[in-house]
């Protein structure tokens, strides 16, 4: 049996705080770019599955936090004097999404069990910041964060539950979280999000 969790399997290596407090101005920017990317990315659920009321309001509610979220990132970067950069692609995300499937109802299956486990990781990366890092405003503002990265990841499963068997869900689930924990293992730390 899968177990029916969207914890992340592998737990990120304690040396990415390091990395990220050598840069930290260079981490926000990189926030910064993923919180506007993923308002855009529950927006796109919107356009491509018009047919799926059930998805929209929460897709809309979601897309309103992601951009709430940017706008907390950006004033932290704005008092800090640092410019949005133009986005780089992620190499993370980027892989996951290649593993997504073709055909209309596992597309949008895969699509939102990805974005659940990039959330999930999020989440996990955010705790870990909230825990870590030695300014406390930051540290309060990346808990907040982590506990609201990790309602998303599991918004996106409980909406597929609604409208799949929880046996088409799971196990792809784990298979993604699988090979994100793979994924994760590879990547050259830096100072970014993913």
Not at 9 to 21: E, Q
Not at 39 to 65: G, N, Q, T, W
Not at 98 to 124: K, P, Q, T, Y
Not at 154 to 172: C, G, N, S, T
Request: aromatic fraction near 8%; glycine fraction near 2%; charged fraction near 30%.
């Amino acid at each position: 049996m899968v177990k029916k969790s969207i914890d992340v399997l592998v737990n990120t290596s304690p040396d990415w705080v390091k990395v990220v407090c050598r840069d930290f101005n260079a981490f926000l920017l990189d926030h910064a770019n993923c919180e506007r990317k993923a308002s855009a990315m529950a927006m796109s659920f919107i356009v491509k599955y018009p047919d799926r009321p059930a998805l929209i309001p929460a897709m809309i509610d979601l897309a309103l936090e992601e951009t709430e979220h940017f706008r907390d990132v950006y004033e932290i970067c704005a008092a800090r004097r640092l410019t949005l950069r133009k986005d780089e692609p992620d190499l993370y995300a980027n892989q996951l999404l290649i593993a997504a499937r073709h055909g209309r109802d596992e597309r949008l299956i895969d699509r939102m069990l990805i974005a659940s486990v990039i959330e999930s990781r999020g989440a996990e990366r955010f705790a870990l910041l909230g825990r870590e890092l030695e300014d406390e405003t930051m540290r309060a503002f990346y808990s907040r964060l982590g506990k609201a990265e990790l309602k998303h990841g599991h918004l996106f499963v409980h909406l597929l539950l609604k409208e799949f068997d929880a046996q088409l869900i799971y196990p792809r689930l784990h298979e993604l979280l699988e090979l994100e924990a793979a994924i994760v293992a590879d990547l050259e730390l830096r100072p970014a999000l993913h």
